[in-house]
Nanobody
Framework: QVQLVESGGGLVEPGGSLRLSCLAA????????IGWFRQAPGKEREGVIC????????DYAASVKDRFTISIDNLKNTVYLQMNSLKPEDTAVYYC??????????WGQGTQVTVSS
């Protein structure tokens, strides 16, 4: 059974950093394309950053490029989202998801990130 569990969210001041974790169970994470998504109040869910398993290519949303990075710890079967220089507009619930043909398939439960002073 595929399961994704996010953690690491919280309250951070503008300009600060957070690292989100997504622990995968039931499948071998490095062999899957994986992405991070977010949904702010009153807005649609949007893609933030995605990593393609076939060649390791990473695609970023323009709003997070040069601030967010994605990485995978194969031994821990965990994908991370490192977020730096956070802005109030980054406030959202963040989700990780497996991708099949670039379409999200399996979702975690989400973790709240709030950027505020």
């Amino acid at each position: 059974q595929v399961q994704l569990v996010e953690s690491g969210g919280g309250l951070v001041e503008p300009g600060g950093s957070l690292r989100l974790s997504c622990l995968a169970a039931g499948f071998n994470l490095p062999y899957y394309s994986i992405g991070w998504f977010r949904q702010a109040p009153g807005k649609e869910r949007e893609g933030v950053i995605c990593r393609r398993s076939s060649d390791g290519r990473v695609d970023y949303a323009a709003s997070v490029k040069d601030r967010f990075t994605i990485s995978i710890d194969n031994l821990k079967n965990t994908v991370y989202l490192q977020m730096n220089s956070l802005k109030p507009e980054d406030t959202a619930v963040y989700y990780c998801a497996t991708l099949v043909a670039n379409i999200p398939r399996d979702w975690g439960q989400g973790t709240q990130v709030t950027v505020s002073s």
